[in-house]
Nanobody, 121 residues
């Protein structure tokens, strides 16, 4: 099994910045198989939205909806992937979930417990 623990959530002022971290731990064999490290956002009444992802090889994908403000990277030494968020807006308020995926015909997804980010003035 793989465990993901998010940190960095909280309240932030409109226009501010925040950095969310996702630390992975667990079975070494499973960790080695993970190919995607991602961040999602859940807003009440809406589907969970994929914001950004980084592959094991370092390829980065950021959703068009946030690409000018959000970024993602991995700290391999700490087995952590980080979402950086700038110029935050009230509509960025939500629960942020990190994810790790083992790709394949039957992909396996591991999720963190979620961390709340609230943006207000």
């Amino acid at each position: 099994q793989v465990q993901l623990v998010e940190s960095g959530g909280g309240w932030v002022q409109v226009g501010g910045r925040r950095r969310l971290s996702c630390a992975l731990s667990g079975d070494a064999h499973q960790l080695e198989r993970i190919g995607w490290f991602r961040w999602f956002r859940q807003v009440p009444g809406k589907e969970r939205e994929l914001l950004a992802g980084v592959t094991k090889a370092g390829t980065i994908r950021v959703s068009d909806s946030v690409k000018d403000r959000f970024d993602i990277y991995r700290d391999i030494s700490k087995n952590t992937h980080i979402l950086t968020m700038n110029s935050l807006k009230p509509e960025d308020t939500g629960i942020y979930f990190c994810n790790a995926r083992i790709s394949g015909l039957n992909p396996v997804d591991y999720w963190g417990q979620g961390t709340q980010v609230t943006v207000s003035s």
